[in-house]
């Protein structure tokens, strides 16, 4: 028996800018390339090439299901990270890098609590309180640029706890 996807596909560039959320319905939108960054899209995943999940689809009376789309972070058949997560945390720890303020404890400390922040694991608050208390005592250009690197690969509810609201 045959069950019906309810996901449409998500087209999205390798920097993780959403260009269409549902193939399926918005083709003609679709891009070769990313508008915003000049990054190729893609539809499926890097390693294992399973369909990137998109928004719900239309539902059988025509209406379109208007849930806001939130991409993933990993891949649901295979479990690794989409390039856009792998970027953001790469982009993370090199920002951290770059931060004299930053003693080599804390460096460390930031970069290796960047992959929990990215996924949601019993260790994600833990890293978000230790990486708040890091960027406490920095200057606010600093603590902006965390935040704007990070903000496309955690979720909403840890950015408030390490940013507020």
Not at 22 to 45: F, H, L, N, V
Not at 75 to 97: H, K, M, Q, V
Not at 136 to 149: G, L, Q, S, V, Y
Request: proline residues 5%; negative net charge; charged residues 25%.
């Amino acid at each position: 028996m045959e069950i019906n996807n309810p996901y449409g596909t998500a087209q999205i560039c390798l920097n993780g800018h959403v260009i269409v959320d549902t193939i399926e319905e918005y083709r003609y939108d679709m891009k070769a390339y990313c508008d915003k960054c000049g990054q190729p899209t893609i539809t499926s995943c890097p390693d294992c090439k399973s369909l990137i999940r998109g928004n719900e689809k239309s539902n059988d009376c025509g209406y379109i299901i208007f849930d806001e789309y939130e991409k993933p972070s990993f891949c649901i058949s295979c479990g690794n990270p989409y390039p856009w997560t792998t970027r953001g945390i790469a982009a993370a720890s090199e920002l951290a890098d770059l931060v004299d303020e930053f003693s080599t404890e804390d460096r460390e400390l930031l970069i290796k609590n960047l992959a929990d922040l990215a996924s949601e694991t019993p260790r994600t608050n833990v890293a978000a309180i230790q990486v708040k208390k890091i960027l406490r005592n920095t200057e606010p250009h600093i603590r902006t640029a965390f935040k704007d690197t990070l903000s496309s690969i955690i979720s909403e509810p840890i950015i408030k706890l390490i940013w507020g609201s």
